[in-house]
């Protein structure tokens, strides 16, 4: 705005922003002259004081409202502006963990794949499994003569002490324990007529290469008009009789002969059936 000396008629241009309800004199530069504000000066510094209060309130509400706009923004997750906050140390560390629970994830993964993995074998290995048992069942009641020789050859107190539930047990499913007669021969068999006895020798031998049960002996007395007059099975002690060797055996069986001028034929024969 402009003022004019009153005296020396000088023109001044103030700034209004400087004036304020207190300023009421003005003083002239050039002869120092003081006159009052005019009534329009003095209205366009209300005018002025009223706007400026008036910007400072717009201002001040502008600033409140930004400042709870701001607040409602921080309480509300920015990723962008928060990955443009972070520090390099930040994220660097972000990056280490991030790498760390990847290979945890790989390594449970790994684990679970094993896991799974072993899962499956074991599901594979059990048909195997079942079919090995059953074989080596199956084999143990096929070959059960020869099992039982072999361990009366190599463990004959054990056996013994053991094979009259294991003859049970075959008995009971009906596979009874056999002697091979094909690899065995009665050689040398005599029976004597003594009195009220009979005594009866020979031998038994086993042709074959591994050890065979002794079969028991079962003896047929027959008279001329084919009357049995003896019929008896001898069971020996001998438990086995050993690759390519014989047993020789000796057995005195008491009878009733009412004549003994009877002629009476003798016959032995080995039994299968070891029991």
């Not at 005018?47 to 001040?60: G, P, W």
């Not at 009979?198 to 065979?212: C, D, Q, V």
């Not at 008491?254 to 032995?268: G, L, P, S």
Request: proline share 3%; glycine share 2%.
């Amino acid at each position: 705005m402009h003022e004019m000396c009153k005296s020396c008629g000088t023109i001044f241009e103030v700034n209004e922003s400087i004036l304020t309800k207190n300023i009421r004199w003005l003083k002239c530069g050039v002869c120092d002259e003081k006159w009052a504000l005019s009534s329009t000066s003095k209205k366009n510094l209300i005018e002025t004081t009223n706007k400026t209060e008036k910007v400072k309130q717009e201002l001040a509400s502008i600033k409140s409202i930004v400042e709870d706009k701001s607040k409602i923004l921080a309480k509300k997750p920015n990723p962008i502006l928060d990955q443009k906050n972070k520090t390099v140390a930040e994220i660097a560390s972000e990056l280490s963990l991030s790498k760390l629970n990847k290979n945890d994830k790989n390594k449970i993964k790994n684990t679970k794949k094993g896991n799974d993995e072993k899962k499956n074998n074991k599901l594979n290995i059990l048909p195997f499994f079942v079919i090995a048992l059953s074989l080596t069942l199956f084999s143990a009641i096929f070959f059960r003569s020869t099992l039982l020789s072999y361990s009366f050859f190599y463990f004959p107190n054990h056996t013994q002490s053991y094979v009259d539930k294991i003859n049970s047990l075959f008995t009971k499913i009906d596979f009874p324990i056999l002697a091979d007669t094909k690899n065995l021969n009665l050689t040398n068999f005599i029976a004597k007529v003594q009195e009220q006895e009979i005594r009866f020798t020979g031998a038994i031998k086993n042709i074959s290469k591994r050890p065979m049960l002794v079969p028991r002996i079962k003896i047929l007395g027959v008279r001329e008009d084919r009357k049995i007059i003896i019929e008896k099975i001898l069971i020996l002690e001998d438990k086995i009789i050993f690759p390519n060797s014989e047993i020789n055996f000796n057995k005195i069986v008491k009878v009733n002969i009412q004549n003994q001028k009877d002629n009476v034929t003798v016959k032995a024969t080995l039994l299968k059936k070891i029991f």
